[in-house]
């Protein structure tokens, strides 16, 4: 009989345990999804893009910007309720072949992908379905790189070698096996996490990147971009680390993906408040 007390003892121990595992974890998931649906309200402003006809300040209207990168798990969920944009079922004039392929399956992103990391191998079609789906956008060039300027204690900290050199050290680091949580990073000056230093991001308008907006035919800027030369039309030739962002957005199309490249969600000050 003491044996059986004992046992008995023991079992509704284990069973406490468990559920207070359970419990835990699962306020520490609500916890990071709360995080992951937060979102920063990035005040008005101007900036100097990287290349311009006429050095003219870039205005930004106050928008919404996404605190964290999509996770993976965000994107499990809309495919779940979205079978189109599945991994074997997506068309191939909205992706490529890479798209999502470091999933294990449509439903299964797999061992080496955290549900927590920012999801990858997506396109720009995806990422514009994914935010569209929640009332959300892209952000475009000029909101990206305007709050992509800022460091944990100031809004523009392009003029510091120490921002600087963050960006170039990620460049030419060798990519993590497994990304991690953007929750890894410190946050901005506006509380939005990992601008860099993780991945790259979509922008709604990456192919009009090299354009002006005075002049979208201005071909000669993206000449300028690939020659000996090009650092002389640029507004800070200092700035290669937004050097390479541009390069790289020049280079894309909206059916690509790489393992590299993620997003995040921007909304309108206007719409947020009628919802």
Not at 146 to 152: G, P
Request: glycine content about 4%.
């Amino acid at each position: 009989m003491k044996s059986l007390h004992i046992h008995s003892a023991f079992l509704i121990y284990g069973l406490f345990m468990l559920l207070s595992v359970e419990l835990f974890s699962t306020e520490n998931s609500t916890q990071t999804d709360t995080l992951n649906d937060e979102m920063a309200k990035i005040p008005a402003g101007s900036y100097v893009p990287l290349y311009t006809t006429n050095k003219t300040p870039r205005k930004v209207a106050t928008f919404l910007l996404d605190k964290l990168p999509v996770t993976n798990r965000q994107y499990l969920a809309f495919v779940k309720q979205h079978p189109r944009w599945q991994k074997s079922k997506v068309s191939k004039l909205f992706a490529d072949k890479s798209y999502l392929k470091n999933w294990d399956s449509d439903l299964s992103p797999g061992k080496n992908v955290r549900l927590d990391g920012p999801v990858t191998n997506v396109s720009w079609f995806a990422a514009r379905a994914f935010a569209k789906f929640h009332n959300k956008r892209l952000p475009t060039v000029d909101e990206w790189e305007y709050v992509a300027r800022a460091n944990e204690s100031l809004t523009d900290a392009t003029k510091d070698e120490k921002y600087t050199q963050v960006i170039l050290n990620w460049y030419a680091a060798k990519a993590p096996k497994t990304l991690p949580s953007a929750t890894t990073f410190k946050p901005n000056v506006y509380g939005i996490y990992a601008m860099h230093g993780l991945i790259w991001e979509w922008n709604d308008d990456f192919n009009n990147a090299m354009v002006t907006g005075e002049s979208r035919g201005d071909s000669g800027l993206e000449r300028n971009l690939f020659c000996a030369g090009g650092a002389v039309s640029s507004t800070d030739v200092r700035n290669y680390a937004a050097f390479m962002r541009f390069a790289f957005r020049s280079s894309l199309k909206g059916s690509y993906t790489t393992s590299s490249l993620g997003f995040r969600c921007a909304r309108d000050i206007e719409k947020s408040t009628t919802q």
